[in-house]
């Protein structure tokens, strides 16, 4: 049974920093990807970053590009997105998925496994 959990999300000022753990378990490291995703009231759901758990292959959207960094520890079990200089446009419900694949795309449609999403807010 694939379970995720995330972490760290919390109220940050503009300009700030966070890190968000997704925690997962029931995942195979030979043929799977975590991505990272969010979605704000009335929007879509965005696809900032994925990685695959064998060999850190990533990929990332023109939104994250710049400024959210992930990375993996495959002993502990843990995927995590380092967010660097958060706007206030970046507020959000951030989610990380599974996806029994490598990484090879950004879209939600196709990841089939969710954590319950966890609260970024930036605010002065």
């Known amino acids: 049974q694939v379970q995720l959990v995330e972490s760290g999300g919390g109220s940050v000022q503009p300009g700030g920093s966070l890190r968000l753990s997704c925690v997962y378990s029931?995942?195979?490291?030979?043929?799977?990807?975590i991505g990272w995703f969010r979605q704000a009231p009335g929007k879509e759901r965005e696809g900032l970053k994925c990685?695959?758990?064998?060999?850190?292959?990533?990929l990332t959207s023109d939104t994250a590009r710049d400024r959210f960094i992930i990375s993996r520890d495959n002993a502990r079990q843990m995927v995590y997105l380092q967010m660097n200089a958060l706007k206030t446009e970046d507020p959000a419900t951030y989610y990380c998925?599974?996806?029994?694949?490598?990484?090879?795309?950004?879209?939600?449609?196709?990841?089939?496994?969710w954590g319950q999403g966890i609260q970024v807010t930036v605010s002065s």
């Open positions: 998925s599974a996806d029994p694949e490598e990484c090879w795309t950004l879209s939600h449609l196709v990841y089939d496994y």
């Open positions: 029931g995942v195979s490291l030979e043929s799977s990807a």
């Open positions: 990685i695959t758990l064998k060999d850190g292959y990533s």
